[in-house]
């Protein structure tokens, strides 16, 4: 079984952005009723805990469109794990190291929310270029249908 990581499908890197995306969006949705909890409460909601929720729903957004978007762009190969692995990583990592920094507080880790953004400018400037440089698909991706307006 030599190499069996290394047979990650076209698909499954689709469904990991697409899965990760909604995951994130359901974690910041209970993030939200929490904060919704505090405020019931009268405590004000902490400015680093909207930082994160808000970086959270924005970045689980973008991630459901890049799912579609690697499939319409026919991101194959390297590049389509890169951007995968680099956004996922990124999604998550920086609105968690904006949590654990501030709210815990780990103040040392707040330099390491400049490596996850990294992570994820590469992700979009691989789309970019691939958006650039590639044809799109003339074909919808495999499942999608024309919508019926």
Known sequence: MSGAGNHLTE??????LKTSGFLGLATMMV???YQ??????GTAVPSWMVGGHAHLGVLSILAIVMGFAVDALGVVGRVRQAVTGLYVVGQW???VTVWVAAGVPVPALHPT??????CLIVA?????????TAEAADTPPQGAMPADD
């Open 11 to 16: 698909g499954t890197m689709s469904r990991i």
């Open 31 to 33: 993030v939200g009723l």
């Open 36 to 41: 919704n909890m505090l405020l019931a409460g």
């Open 93 to 95: 990592a920086l609105p």
């Open 113 to 118: 929310a400049f490596l996850w953004g990294l």
């Open 124 to 132: 979009m400037l691989l789309m970019a270029w691939q958006a650039w």
